[in-house]
């Protein structure tokens, strides 16, 4: 008897949903892995997969076109590309999946679970070049979205004023900039952190080394200030930290903070 593979029988009139077309590939879903925890470049992804790089492109194009990941010139050095996954976009595609095989298996983000009693506070660090919008942005964000479970800090290669617009962003959203400060990372030289996120393609190249091996990644966002589209990209940057940061408190709620030695 000969069967036809699942994805050519067509006699219920369904397709393979977006998702397992996509990502039911064994190299695109490691790729989809690495890029879960932070944004990268080719030549890192091929480190980590052990792959050629022709065959990480090919794959991340396919990648791109199914939208679950995006690409972004480092504004450190134009010539290199960033690559990240689209979580939320992703989460979609995976309920649609779970949706068409049966209605009961569509799948709810649920909300980012509470630290256990009793548990040692996170503390995080976000870092760009002027710790004047992106990572104070992400800094108070963090702190709102975690009531204040969490403990935030951020800082800057070369610390510059607030700029105003980013007062205003999150006055919008509620929160009060008006009298943060910038610092400069040396101001923390020597702390101890669970995690160090760069915001920023430059400082992601200067990031000094902390005590206690703290998880480090990359989030490559542009700075506001830079982009001529002038409000609105603060609107933008703060929709994106939103999203990465709800995602990041699923993370951080399963990877217990790190104890002091």
Known sequence: MYYRPVSQD???????????????????????????????????????????????????????????????????????????????????????????????????????????????????????????????????????????????????????PIHPDAVTTMAERGIDLATARPKHLDEFAGQRFDWVITLCDRVREVCPEFPGHPVTTHWSIPDPAADPDGRPAFDRVAAELTDRIDFLLHTIATEPAREAS
């Not at 492109?57 to 995006?70: C, E, I, N, Q, T």
């Not at 979205?145 to 969490?150: H, T, W």
Request: proline share 6%; net charge positive.
């Open 10 to 160: 067509r006699r219920d009139g369904t397709d393979l949903p977006a998702f397992l077309s996509a990502a039911g590939h064994p190299v695109r879903w490691r790729l989809l892995g690495a890029l879960a925890r932070g944004d990268r470049q080719v030549h890192e992804l091929t480190a980590l997969l052990g792959e050629q790089q022709s065959l990480i492109s090919y794959h991340l194009g396919l990648l791109r076109k199914a939208d679950l990941v995006r690409a972004r010139r480092s504004s450190a050095d134009g010539r290199d590309i960033y690559y990240r996954l689209d979580l939320s976009h992703c989460g979609q595609l995976l309920a649609a999946a779970g949706g068409a095989l049966h209605p009961g298996l569509r799948l709810t983000a649920p909300p980012a679970p509470t630290a256990p009693a009793g548990a040692a506070p996170t503390r995080v660090l976000f870092l760009c070049t002027g710790n004047s919008s992106r990572s104070q942005m992400a800094e108070a964000l963090l702190r709102r979205r975690s009531g204040g479970r969490v403990m935030t800090f951020s800082a800057g290669s070369r610390p510059k």
